[in-house]
């Protein structure tokens, strides 16, 4: 059966609804992964683990549904527009932003043991911080599904906010373990919930700027601390 330009269509959007999907199942991981560090759940965190393996099925079915997409259009020579490759494009590194977002929630559950043994509970600042980025990765979810890149540009603009309250945080982290109010061990563990955030936070705003080059075609870029204004590719 050959493919069209109208059945490309059909099967993008059905491609971006599955994405959607991805997303919200990732958020519900991450979710589940920072109640389970706070309350050193490792029966959650487990359950954490499980649920990554099914998003990791999910990862695969996507990636392979765009390359069959892509190949069956080349070879019945169906028209895409520039638009629908710019989409098709975007699943592919949307689904592995979300992949990689999902395995830092199975890290971050981890340290339900970790704090289990050492018998102490991350500080609520760390809880504010987990809750922005989940309300980040919410955002660009959001602005994936609703074609909105101003909410993609905002999504953006959090990310600095983000890395100078992980700066924040190490520097409480280093200062406590200094003067003996934080073992080594609680110190490296907490110091990695911090990175494990930011990476989270890291790979929503490559999410944001997909968002943008898809509706737009223009292109944003991190420099010197700033997000440079979208701008159009030679």
């Known amino acids: 059966m050959t493919i069209s ?6 099967r993008i959007q059905r491609l971006r609804a599955d994405l959607a999907g991805q997303g919200e199942r990732v958020r ?9 560090a706070f309350e050193r759940d490792e029966g959650r965190a487990r359950a954490v683990a499980a649920d990554d393996d099914a998003i990791d099925r999910v990862d695969v079915q996507i990636e392979k549904a765009v390359v069959a997409l892509l190949t069956e259009a080349t070879r019945d020579g169906a028209a895409m527009t520039e638009r ?5 494009l975007t ?6 932003e979300l992949e990689r977002i999902a395995d830092s929630g199975v890290n971050l559950a981890e340290q339900s043991r970790t704090f289990a043994r050492l018998g102490a509970t991350p500080p609520e600042t760390f809880r504010v911080m ?3 980025v989940i309300g980040i990765l919410e955002n660009v979810n959001r602005a994936l599904a609703t074609s909105d890149s101003k909410a ?16 924040a945080l190490l520097r409480d982290i280093e200062e406590g373990v200094a003067c003996g109010k934080k073992s080594v061990d609680i110190g490296f563990a907490l110091q990695l919930m911090a990175s ?5 936070c890291d790979h929503c705003t490559n999410i944001a700027e997909q968002v943008i080059y898809v509706e737009t075609g223009a292109i944003v870029r991190h420099s010197g601390g700033k997000w440079t204004a979208p701008t159009q590719p030679r």
Do not use: H, P, W, Y
């Not at 699943?91 to 592995?96: G, L, P, Q």
């Not at 494990?196 to 989270?200: A, K, T």
């Open 152 to 167: 993609a540009e905002q999504a953006l603009a959090s990310d600095d906010a983000t890395l100078a309250f992980k700066t």
């Open 196 to 200: 494990e955030l930011d990476r989270i």
């Open 91 to 96: 699943i592919v590194k949307v689904n592995n």
């Open 28 to 36: 519900a991981l991450l979710e589940r992964a920072v109640e389970a």
């Open 130 to 132: 987990a809750n922005s």
């Open 5 to 10: 330009a109208d059945g490309c269509e059909v």
């Open 84 to 88: 629908q490759l710019r989409l098709a």
